[in-house]
């Protein structure tokens, strides 16, 4: 005997002008999860708002589940036992710099097979820091402001010379840059041992001396990314490819 496939209502808005993506998401979800979607379409503004008003729900889409309603497409999610799909406000976060450390450490691979014919290399180290500075540079110059206003919290320099909070970013993609390139290593080495030692000296000296709890500004203004050892890392990554550099 067939087993009767689950069911769900889902109300959600479809208009002309407007299909809302978690509506989308949601159909999406309980498919995947094995349900057959009885999908109601809210074709208008007016048609929406009495549907909210009808369930006092503050939006939508929301699922029903035998007759119980679950919620929205989160709450759908958490149901289902998986994580929400949107950070809570000021949550920790690791996902950007996993990111970033991980495309830098394939782009590395990538270029020194395609540059040398060979994929672990000693460039390519150098070719993952470099890019990987680069990537980090581009977090902060996302909005500049932001970021240095939060490098305000702890870097011993940018406090005294406020402008270095500006500055920062540009150095480290400009040495990130030249690195990658292999060129003007007098410009590179310099200003990457610098701002890497000054930065080192600044994290350490918030983190591990004055145990402030703070957010960390190296990937942009806006991250919930707790000021330690990643950004620590990100500057003693530099110092170390600087010293190297100049041994080279």
């Not at 002309?16 to 509506?23: A, I, S, W």
């Not at 991250?223 to 330690?228: D, E, I, Y």
Request: a positive charge.
């Amino acid at each position: 005997m067939a087993t009767r496939q689950k069911t769900a209502t889902v109300y959600r808005m479809v208009m002309p002008q407007h299909v809302c993506p978690f509506g989308l998401k949601t159909v999406d979800l309980l498919r995947r999860q094995g349900f057959a979607v009885d999908d109601h379409h809210l074709t208008t503004r007016e048609e929406t708002d009495a549907f909210k008003e009808n369930h006092d729900v503050p939006t939508t889409p929301q699922t029903f589940i035998g007759g119980r309603r679950i919620g929205g497409y989160d709450d759908l999610r958490e149901y289902f036992g998986k994580s929400r799909s949107q950070k809570k406000e000021g949550e920790t976060s690791y996902q950007p710099v996993i990111a970033i450390f991980s495309v830098a450490a394939l782009m590395a691979l990538a270029v020194s097979w395609a540059a040398l014919g060979q994929i672990f290399t000693v460039r390519a180290a150098e070719w993952f820091i470099a890019i990987s500075m680069c990537f980090l540079a581009v977090q902060k110059l996302q909005d500049v402001r932001s970021f240095s206003t939060m490098f305000l919290n702890y870097d011993l320099l940018a406090r005294r010379w406020v402008r270095y909070g500006f500055i920062y970013p540009f150095a480290e993609g400009l040495a990130g840059i030249l690195m990658i390139a292999g060129a003007l290593h007098f410009i590179s080495v310099p200003v990457a041992l610098f701002i890497g030692t000054v930065g080192a000296i600044s994290v350490f000296k918030a983190v591990y001396i004055d145990k402030r709890e703070l957010k960390c500004a190296c990937v942009g203004g806006g991250s919930n990314v707790p000021l330690g050892f990643v950004s620590l890392t990100e500057n003693l990554m530099m110092v170390a490819m600087a010293i190297w550099m100049w041994i080279k």
